[in-house]
């Protein structure tokens, strides 16, 4: 399961990759009498939960276009699992001053990273605005990930020597590594297992990911000693061993003949190159997002405050908030915007069936919604014509979205359920068999426990400590993401804050769950869809 942890949605966290932003202009406003402009493009980031911008970084000023193709990069760390806005402003530079507000203002634009990065080939361009009654042309934007994000470096090292810890045994030894932060701190990168009643330990290769490994849980275990290296020096263990002296500073303060605790031996480096999500999603393959929502009489009368799906007129209701907070994310993935969206555990007109897979827009032919925003005004249609009832059952709709997610094993296409539920599972057993089942498939399920209740019963589910299995069949891979939602509200009442928290928890698993599947089936990316060339403007 999931845990929230100390998050803060500003500190610094390893990003999934990093992104080079390639931007240009067409048809810029002439503001110069004389002469063309002198345009510079600047790039300001949105902060999450203030919503206050901070500026990133700008381009170099180019003399006398209207079509300039800036040569100068951005460069953004890119992470899945969070919306994050991006707005440019296009100005023409007329004097030295370093103030921007002070140079002519030809106009701007908003977008979030992933949809650049979820556009045909990286690349989208957009309508520059913001000067009444003027066009202010064009801006196109390319994203191209760095080559070295994809690499993943795997190593394998002992120990000789080191320094006793228990008084009747010897040491319980593992490692930890820390990187080094800009601003002189450590994060926390791996944790190697302990090896019991030894001091001379012999730990299992690892694989970890080059940029975690050089882009805490402070527990009170026994401090041995620590050392330092480089990646650069940590490579070189390609072609030969390299042993580190283990200083404890405490030791080496007190005891003048003090040596070491030991050493610790790199015994094998490797460093290949995987795909990545970034590979696949330039490749074309789509994320398709299906929601199913818990229509069960235990949520409450709708009409009434207390009931978990009361639309009240001045703020979202849990419901609400877990639909956009992950919906306005995978959006940017899937390029219809089309999102089936259903309903379970409640009773239908006209004849009041109990139905556990409805679609939210009354339409069985098609239960395709328009934007997050078409889901949720079904949503809210639907608490307006139907009873809720019960029982709390998942399995008919996993089993829908895994029959339509059967029908795209080839990589082109990869679905992520979204289910917000109040209440404890009434068929767990087939649920389970639904889970295992649909292991096999391009989806990925995130469970969203909305409300009070105790929720022990769904962890089961979330296969992160013990895979989920049916009649003895374990879940080919973990597919499930249980959060309570609660675990996520901000303290403040700050609704931004608590969608943020909430997305980042359940979806930043599914990169990695994507690659999983696409890893099994010997699946890899489409080349990256070619864009059009920029058309050459001359001045």
Same mark, same amino acid.
């Given at each position: 399961?999931?845990?929230?942890?100390?998050?803060?949605?500003?500190?610094?966290?390893?990003?999934?990759? #990093?992104?080079?932003?390639? %931007?240009?202009?067409?048809?810029?406003?002439?503001?110069?009498?004389?002469?063309?402009?002198?345009?510079?493009?600047?790039?300001?980031?949105?902060?999450? $939960?203030?919503?206050?911008?901070?500026?990133f970084g700008r381009t170099e000023v180019i003399d006398n276009t209207r079509n300039p193709d800036f040569v100068r990069k951005f460069f953004l760390d890119f992470f899945f699992e969070e919306k994050q806005i991006l707005r440019f402003d296009v100005?023409?530079?007329?004097?030295?001053?370093?103030?921007?507000?002070?140079?002519?203002?030809? $106009?701007?634009?908003?977008?979030?990273?992933? =949809?650049?990065?979820?556009?045909?080939?990286?690349?989208?361009? !957009?309508?520059?605005?913001?000067?009444?009654? #003027?066009? /202010?042309?064009?801006?196109?934007?390319?994203?191209?990930?760095?080559?070295? /994000? !994809?690499?993943?470096?795997?190593?394998?090292? /002992?120990?000789? #020597?080191?320094?006793?810890?228990?008084?009747?045994?010897?040491?319980?030894?593992?490692?930890?590594?820390?990187?080094?932060?800009?601003?002189?701190?450590?994060?926390?990168?791996?944790?190697?297992? %302990?090896?019991?009643?030894?001091?001379?330990?012999?730990?299992?290769?690892?694989?970890?990911?080059?940029?975690?490994?050089?882009?805490?849980?402070?527990?009170?275990?026994?401090?041995?000693?620590?050392?330092?290296?480089?990646?650069?020096?940590?490579?070189?263990?390609?072609?030969?061993?390299?042993?580190?002296?283990?200083?404890?500073?405490?030791?080496?303060?007190?005891?003048?003949?003090?040596?070491?605790?030991?050493?610790?031996?790199?015994?094998?480096?490797?460093?290949?190159?995987?795909?990545?999500?970034?590979?696949?999603?330039?490749?074309?393959?789509?994320?398709?997002?299906?929601?199913?929502?818990?229509?069960?009489?235990?949520?409450?009368?709708?009409?009434?405050p207390t009931s978990l799906h009361y639309m009240s007129p001045y703020q979202m209701n849990a419901y609400a908030m877990a639909l956009k907070a992950v919906g306005e994310i995978i959006q940017d993935y899937d390029s219809d915007k089309l999102f089936?969206?259903?309903?379970?555990?409640?009773?239908?007109?006209?004849?009041?069936?109990?139905?556990?897979?409805?679609?939210?827009?009354?339409?069985?032919?098609?239960?395709?919604?328009?934007?997050?925003?078409?889901?949720?005004?079904?949503?809210?249609?639907?608490?307006?014509?139907?009873?809720?009832?019960?029982?709390?059952?998942?399995?008919?709709?996993?089993?829908?979205?895994?029959?339509?997610?059967?029908?795209?094993?080839? $990589?082109?296409?990869?679905?992520?359920?979204?289910?917000?539920?109040?209440?404890?599972?009434?068929?767990?057993?087939?649920? #389970?068999?639904?889970?295992?089942?649909?292991?096999?498939?391009?989806?990925?399920?995130?469970?969203?426990?909305?409300?009070?209740?105790?929720?022990?019963?769904?962890?089961?589910?979330?296969?992160?400590? %013990?895979?989920?299995?049916?009649? $003895?069949?374990?879940? =080919? !891979?973990?597919?499930?993401?249980?959060? &309570?939602?609660?675990?996520?509200?901000?303290?403040?009442?700050?609704?931004?804050?608590?969608?943020?928290?909430?997305?980042?928890? %359940?979806?930043?698993?599914?990169?990695?769950?994507?690659?999983?599947?696409?890893?099994? !089936?010997?699946?890899?990316?489409?080349?990256?869809? &070619?864009?059009?060339?920029?058309?050459?403007?001359?001045?």
């Amino acid at each position: 399961m999931a845990s929230i942890g100390d998050f803060d949605p500003l500190n610094t966290r390893v990003p999934a990759t #990093k992104i080079e932003l390639t %931007v240009s202009c067409r048809s810029l406003l002439e503001l110069d009498t004389f002469s063309k402009s002198d345009p510079v493009v600047v790039l300001y980031l949105q902060a999450v $939960g203030t919503k206050e911008w901070r500026e990133f970084g700008r381009t170099e000023v180019i003399d006398n276009t209207r079509n300039p193709d800036f040569v100068r990069k951005f460069f953004l760390d890119f992470f899945f699992e969070e919306k994050q806005i991006l707005r440019f402003d296009v100005y023409s530079v007329d004097s030295r001053s370093s103030n921007i507000s002070k140079h002519d203002f030809l $106009g701007q634009t908003f977008c979030s990273l992933g =949809e650049i990065i979820g556009s045909t080939g990286g690349r989208l361009e !957009r309508i520059l605005s913001g000067i009444p009654g #003027k066009k /202010c042309g064009t801006i196109l934007f390319t994203a191209e990930e760095l080559s070295n /994000c !994809r690499d993943l470096a795997t190593m394998q090292l /002992c120990a000789n #020597k080191l320094d006793k810890k228990d008084f009747f045994g010897k040491s319980d030894p593992f490692l930890v590594f820390y990187r080094s932060n800009e601003d002189g701190s450590f994060t926390i990168c791996h944790k190697t297992e %302990v090896i019991k009643n030894t001091l001379n330990p012999v730990w299992q290769p690892f694989t970890i990911p080059v940029r975690a490994l050089c882009n805490g849980d402070y527990d009170s275990h026994d401090f041995i000693g620590e050392f330092t290296t480089s990646y650069r020096e940590l490579s070189r263990g390609q072609n030969q061993f390299s042993v580190y002296e283990v200083l404890n500073p405490k030791k080496k303060g007190k005891k003048k003949k003090y040596v070491n605790s030991g050493t610790v031996t790199l015994l094998s480096f490797k460093v290949e190159s995987e795909h990545t999500f970034v590979d696949f999603i330039c490749g074309g393959t789509q994320l398709n997002f299906t929601v199913a929502i818990d229509f069960t009489a235990s949520n409450g009368n709708p009409s009434q405050p207390t009931s978990l799906h009361y639309m009240s007129p001045y703020q979202m209701n849990a419901y609400a908030m877990a639909l956009k907070a992950v919906g306005e994310i995978i959006q940017d993935y899937d390029s219809d915007k089309l999102f089936p969206a259903y309903g379970f555990g409640a009773k239908l007109p006209p004849d009041g069936k109990i139905s556990h897979v409805f679609p939210l827009n009354g339409d069985s032919e098609n239960p395709n919604c328009e934007g997050i925003e078409g889901v949720m005004e079904a949503y809210f249609q639907s608490l307006r014509m139907v009873q809720l009832y019960g029982p709390t059952n998942f399995a008919p709709v996993i089993n829908k979205v895994a029959n339509c997610a059967a029908q795209f094993t080839d $990589g082109s296409q990869y679905s992520v359920l979204l289910m917000i539920t109040d209440g404890v599972i009434s068929d767990m057993v087939q649920t #389970k068999e639904a889970v295992v089942n649909a292991a096999s498939l391009p989806l990925s399920i995130i469970i969203v426990g909305v409300g009070p209740a105790e929720f022990d019963a769904m962890e089961e589910l979330d296969g992160d400590e %013990v895979r989920v299995s049916f009649q $003895g069949r374990l879940a =080919e !891979r973990d597919i499930v993401q249980f959060v &309570p939602f609660r675990d996520y509200i901000d303290r403040s009442g700050n609704q931004v804050l608590s969608m943020a928290r909430l997305a980042k928890d %359940v979806l930043a698993e599914i990169p990695d769950q994507l690659l999983s599947f696409m890893k099994s !089936r010997g699946i890899h990316p489409r080349p990256a869809v &070619p864009s059009c060339p920029l058309p050459e403007l001359h001045n």
